[in-house]
């Protein structure tokens, strides 16, 4: 797409009608002199506009929530000609245009630019209609050329250094044989079943899933074993008025916790409440990655009572020794609920985001419940 100046249109159009109808040589030569000198220029900017290209790196832009990062853009010169104005151009999903002058191609062939980005949220967005803009010398006119229609970026979770020290669970999830909880036997195939999302990349049944055109995946048969029990709160009643803020947050302080347990060998049994109840089994790095893509489309809605479901199924998290519970904000019906609990075995160590009342965690340090405040821990 080719846009040229109002200004000059006027002007040659005044010029043409002084030497069409004024018998003067010097309009002439002017109209000439400059239609010559537009021709050549716009020639220049074809050339230019046909043998330059702008890339990313890679395929998608990774990037973490509130990280500040400058993503390059490489912009190569073929014909080696001077570049005497370039210009980047792009929208990120439907916000207001970004622009970005790129310098140093006037004599070179290659170079870099750097465009900053930032988000306040995790999810997937979209790079639309990510442009360059030629302009001539003489800055009449512009050539816009379309680099990439839609350009994905993934936004991850934030991954914090926190002060902690990561405790081993008594279900720790191993290879043999045990008298306490279970471990599927990766041999064993009880069933084939449609694919879920958060079902890991592994389990699917290939040959299957390409004879239907749709993912099939495969339950095994259990043998003994045991792993750490987190249970994950993203009921958005409970989320209070900074929601977004505290969604945040808090996906950011499981996904931390989780990547220490990683570290030090130790697997997860996670289970996060919302509209459904999803369950993931965390033992490898593939399983921590499958998580982060969860949480890429993953948010907090409205489901069942959190306290409720909690105590539903208290037969099945007997089972479990300790048991992390991961919510916003301790209230006094959790506090209540965590009491009666307690009287059956069961302990807890509770991970907010530190925005609960004093009278509350009082009341769990009377009961020996640990609590583990995120604002706090935060190296």
């Not at 990313?56 to 014909?79: A, H, T």
């Not at 170079?111 to 967005?125: A, H, L, P, Q, T």
């Not at 209609?129 to 030629?134: A, D, I, Q, R, S």
């Not at 929601?243 to 570290?263: P, T």
Request: charged share 25%; net charge positive.
């Amino acid at each position: 797409m080719i846009k040229v100046k109002f200004k000059f249109i006027l002007l040659y159009i005044a010029l043409f009608l002084l030497q069409l109808f004024i018998n003067e040589k010097i309009f002439f030569i002017m109209f000439y002199g400059i239609t010559i000198i537009v021709v050549i220029e716009l020639i220049y900017l074809i050339l230019i506009y046909n043998f330059t290209t702008a890339k990313f790196k890679d395929n998608e832009i990774i990037l973490k929530v509130k990280e500040k990062r400058n993503i390059k853009v490489f912009i190569n010169n073929k014909f080696s000609l001077p570049v005497f104005y370039l210009k980047l151009a792009y929208r990120i999903n439907n916000e207001n245009e970004v622009e970005t002058v790129v310098s140093d191609l006037f004599y070179r062939n290659n170079v870099s630019c750097n465009i900053k980005m930032y988000f306040e949220r995790r999810g997937e967005d979209i790079i639309k209609n990510f442009e360059l803009y030629f302009m001539d010398f003489l800055n009449i006119f512009t050539l816009r050329k379309l680099a990439y229609k839609q350009y994905k970026i993934k936004v991850y979770p934030y991954i914090r250094k926190l002060n902690i020290k990561v405790k081993y669970s008594n279900h720790k999830l191993n290879d043999d044989v045990s008298t306490k909880g279970s471990l599927e036997d990766l041999v064993q195939i009880k069933n084939i079943r449609k694919y879920y999302l958060g079902d890991p990349i592994k389990r699917i049944h290939w040959k299957i899933s390409a004879k239907h055109s749709e993912f099939f995946v495969k339950d095994f048969e259990s043998i003994s074993g045991g792993n750490q029990l987190i249970i994950f709160n993203m009921n958005q009643q409970d989320y209070g008025i900074n929601k977004i803020e505290n969604d945040e947050d808090m996906v950011s302080f499981l996904c931390s916790v989780i990547k220490l347990y990683l570290l030090k060998n130790q697997s997860i049994d996670l289970r996060i409440f919302s509209k459904d109840i999803d369950n993931f089994l965390i033992k490898y790095n593939s399983d921590y990655s499958m998580l982060m893509e969860y949480f890429l489309k993953k948010s907090i809605e409205h489901g069942d009572n959190f306290i409720d479901t909690i105590v539903a199924n208290a037969a099945f998290y007997k089972t479990f020794k300790d048991i992390f519970l991961f919510t916003p904000i301790i209230t006094r019906e959790l506090v209540n609920n965590l009491d009666a609990l307690n009287n059956i075995g069961i302990k807890y160590s509770i991970f907010h985001l530190g925005k609960s009342s004093i009278d509350a965690l009082n009341s769990l340090d009377i009961l020996q419940i640990k609590t583990y405040a995120f604002n706090s821990m935060i190296l």
